[in-house]
């Protein structure tokens, strides 16, 4: 089975938050990350959380970490219909944290 | 901006023709990556290079080699395409350093369709 998992499918109203999890198997991954695919288009990172901390914020983007369970989240604030993609939770496995295992991916849909 | 440029966004071949996908990125990276992507599987890694004609194979290898022979270009090459292999293909770059000074940089991606 897959080292990363997500949900395929989160549909939020404009406005309100979304809430994106994912959850890997990997106890030494040293970094986690959030990737964003806008339709025909490549992966965009949004943001990565290394594997010491348990909170990350960066303007609407919260990421929370439970290394505990293994249990990684997105919070978008405010979601807008431009937030619409398919949002990838990855892990490295390697210590320069470039080498990456991605989950299936989470689509995004934001209803006006 | 780094600018990693795949070569086609769409392509159709034929089962059995020989297909090359080319990327090339102009911020002299030392590491490139071959992914497939497809829904629900996320993207698998097939094969990555650290340096000019160094090659390793990712997880799923089997079926495609790859060529690096400039820095700044890496081929995936399906010596003999098969159906099984119609997928997205995501090319991406990164310099040696960890995430903070070295993301991956994706292209844009090739649809390959083996008829």
């Known amino acids: 089975g897959e080292d990363v998992e997500q949900s395929l499918f989160l549909s939020v109203r404009e406005g309100d938050s979304s809430v994106i999890n994912c959850t890997y198997t990997?106890?030494?991954?040293?970094?986690l990350y959030w990737y964003k695919q806008e339709p025909g288009a490549g992966l965009q990172l949004l943001t990565y959380i290394f594997s010491n901390m348990d909170m990350k914020q960066d303007q609407r983007l919260t990421v929370l970490l439970n290394k505990k369970d293994k249990h990684l989240s997105l919070r978008i604030a405010d979601t807008q219909t431009g937030d619409s993609a398919i949002y990838f939770c990855a892990e490295s496995i390697n210590n320069a944290g470039n080498m990456l295992t991605f989950g299936g991916g989470t689509r995004l849909m934001v209803k006006p | 901006d780094v600018k990693v440029t795949q070569s086609s966004r769409y392509l159709v071949k034929r089962t059995g023709e020989k297909v090359f996908l080319e990327c090339v990125q102009d911020m002299d990276h030392e590491n490139m990556f071959w992914y497939r992507q497809d829904p629900g599987l996320g993207l698998r890694l097939i094969y990555f290079?650290?340096?000019?004609?160094?090659?390793e194979k990712g997880d799923i290898p089997e079926g495609y080699s790859v060529s690096r022979e400039k820095k700044e270009r890496f081929s995936l090459i399906l010596e003999s395409a098969s159906t099984n292999q119609t997928s997205m293909y995501l090319c991406?770059?990164?310099?040696?350093?960890?995430?903070?000074?070295?993301?991956?940089?994706f292209g844009n991606g090739t649809r390959l369709t083996v008829t």
């Open positions: 991406a770059s990164s310099s040696g350093g960890g995430p903070r000074d070295s993301p991956l940089h």
């Open positions: 290079s650290y340096d000019v004609k160094m090659k």
């Open positions: 990997d106890s030494s991954s040293t970094y």
